[in-house]
């Protein structure tokens, strides 16, 4: 079992930052690819980002790329993902999410382990 806790949510201002945290607990972090998703109000769960259980591979999904950067810390078990030059169509609910493998996926159904959420919500 891993249990994922997301936190750094909040409201700001459109061209503004956040940083979202994932602090997992439980088997071993570093065994494990990680994923952020978002879901707005309506809309079906988005892939967003997703780094490999090493750290060295990255993927991004285009609406975001250049605007956020997904990273871990395999020693505080804990993944980010850095968001720059928000905008209103970023408000949505973000989820992290970890599967057991080396290598992440895009889709949602592929993942094991999520977090609760945390809300971001980008004001204009």
């Known amino acids: 079992q891993v249990q994922l806790v997301e936190s750094g949510g909040g409201l700001v201002q459109a061209g503004g930052s956040l940083r979202l945290s994932c602090a997992a607990s439980g088997r071993i972090f570093s065994s494990y690819a990680m994923g952020w998703f978002r879901q707005a109000p309506g809309k079906e769960r988005e892939f967003v980002a997703g780094i490999s259980a090493s750290g060295r591979v990255t993927n991004y999904a285009d609406s975001v790329k250049g605007r956020f950067t997904i990273s871990r810390d395999n020693v505080k078990n804990t993944a980010y993902m850095q968001m720059n030059s928000l905008k209103p169509e970023d408000t949505a609910v973000y989820y992290c999410?970890?599967?057991?493998?080396?290598?992440?996926?895009?889709?949602?159904?592929?993942?094991?382990?999520w977090g609760q959420g945390t809300q971001v919500t980008v004001s204009t």
């Open positions: 999410a970890a599967r057991g493998t080396t290598y992440f996926r895009t889709r949602a159904n592929e993942y094991e382990y």
